[in-house]
């Protein structure tokens, strides 16, 4: 299921490719916490290196039998409302996600302890964050025969799943063609065959983010306030970290106090992890508080070179498209990125809010153009997020989607499946 690619310029007897892959299911679940190594303090003189500091451990909140919960987040600061476009481009407050405090073991056990509740899978869990729309979709095809009136309940049931004109006009044309092909006389069998075209029209977002093919691999991470980017960057260090990846985080929210205490929460996560003591992982912030964020980003990629990271990932400040002064910002950063390594950045992730419907396609527009994305990840998709804009993404700007976000615990940023989605959609 999982096809997030490591890879290491290491040879390939089976292949003869140069680069070995790991996938997050390959990761055996750790036993022995241990402290991440620091790196060697080898870097240029204005980085500021955050060496993990003791930040009191996260609490578990929810039982599960998975060991992985060990790292589960704290309990949840509230997510942030979807970002509508403002009036004018004034910047907004960076909310702070608040990590809660430690709870107090009780005294002594209980005597009698129910069994902790499995914790849903999280293709469950993005079933039930689409059911929604799932349910309306799916509604469709309980009607008795295939006729006008079944299209039509079915374009507006995917129009109300923000699929957008166009990849609504193209799904049911594509749709109607291969229904009159088949000779379908069934409705379910309609629903089968959406999901197929749904499917092909999604595939082209199914894509592995790669490791290791540059030294190091700098990635950018922009999007919106509160679109869910420290998280799913600290998800991501968690996974490059059992991976054994070394990597550097640019703190480049450099006006949000917490923005570097935020990744240290989850560097100290991995940290707890047992990670080291399974190879040469480790993770280090790159921060200075109100300095300039393009200029924290260009001494994080210097310093990746120095210390012979494998990623660098700057985490940049939530900004709408509409602020043109911000968006001139990233490009920027992007341009002291390329002063600092030629090659680099070679991934530019945009965080979109899966809640945020046609907005989040108003979003991968705007910083697409502005930027030259590579990728996406799409958080939220457990909320009320309706899923369809995935399908308006693919037909209007098919940047591949890397991650999807169905919660906010480490395993629930997964890779995405066309074919997983489209049935979640329609299940
Ligand atoms: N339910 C759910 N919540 C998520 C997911 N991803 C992130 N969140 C939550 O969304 C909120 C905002 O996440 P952040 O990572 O702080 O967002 P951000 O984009 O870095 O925010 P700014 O830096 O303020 O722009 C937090 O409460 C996260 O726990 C997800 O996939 N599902």
């Known amino acids: 299921m999982f096809s997030f690619f490591k890879k290491k310029p290491t040879p390939d007897a089976d292949n003869g490719s140069v680069f070995t892959e790991v996938g997050f299911a390959d990761l055996a679940p750790k036993t022995a916490p241990a402290p991440v190594v620091a790196p060697a303090p080898a870097a240029p003189e204005p980085v500021v290196p955050v060496i993990h500091e003791p930040l009191a451990p996260a609490p578990e909140v929810s039982p599960s039998s998975s060991t992985l919960e060990v790292l589960a987040p704290v309990a949840a600061p509230e997510p942030l409302a979807p970002v509508a476009a403002p009036a004018a481009p004034v910047p907004q407050p960076m909310p702070v996600p608040e990590q809660a405090a430690p709870v107090a073991a009780p005294p002594a ?25 799932g349910s309306s979709l799916a509604s469709v095809f309980s009607r008795t025969k295939i006729d006008d009136a079944l299209f039509e309940e079915l374009e507006e049931a995917l129009l109300m799943a923000d699929a957008g004109v166009k990849a609504t006009e193209f799904l049911l044309e594509t749709l109607k063609q291969r229904v009159r092909e088949a000779r379908c006389t069934e409705p379910q069998a309609v629903k089968g065959l959406l999901i197929e075209v749904l499917t092909e029209l999604l595939l082209p977002l199914e894509r592995s983010l790669e490791v290791g093919r540059h030294n190091p691999t700098v990635m950018m991470v922009v999007g919106v306030n ?46 707890g992890s047992g990670v ?61 990125i390329t002063k600092a390594q030629p090659d680099a950045p070679h991934e530019v992730l945009l965080v979109v809010d899966g809640n945020t419907g046609q907005n989040a396609l108003t979003q991968v527009r705007a910083f697409d153009d502005a930027l030259g994305l590579t990728g996406l990840i799409v958080t939220k998709l457990d909320g009320t997020a309706k ?36 049935q979640a959609l329609l299940s």
């Open 276 to 336: 080291q003591a399974q190879g040469a992982g480790w993770v280090d912030i790159v921060s200075q508080q109100g300095g300039d964020p393009a200029a924290v980003t260009f001494d994080a990629v210097n310093a990746g070179r120095a210390r012979g990271c494998d990623v660098v990932i700057a985490d940049t400040a939530g900004r709408l498209p509409t602020q043109l002064h911000l968006m001139e910002e990233l490009k920027k950063i992007k341009r002291v």
């Open 109 to 133: 056990p209980a005597p009698e302890v129910a069994a902790p509740a499995p914790r849903a899978g999280w293709l469950q869990r993005l079933r039930d964050g689409l059911r929604k729309t």
């Open 226 to 271: 509160g679109a869910g980017k420290t998280t799913s960057i600290g998800k991501l260090t968690r996974h490059l970290l059992e991976a054994e990846q070394k990597v550097l985080m640019a703190a480049a929210d450099t006006f949000r106090a917490a923005a570097r205490e935020q990744l240290a929460v989850w560097a100290q996560r991995a940290d």
């Open 387 to 422: 899923g369809g804009v995935l399908a308006a993404i693919a037909r209007e700007r098919p940047i591949p989607v890397y991650f999807i976000g169905v919660g906010e615990k480490l395993e629930d940023l997964q890779t995405f499946s066309a074919r997983e989605f489209a």
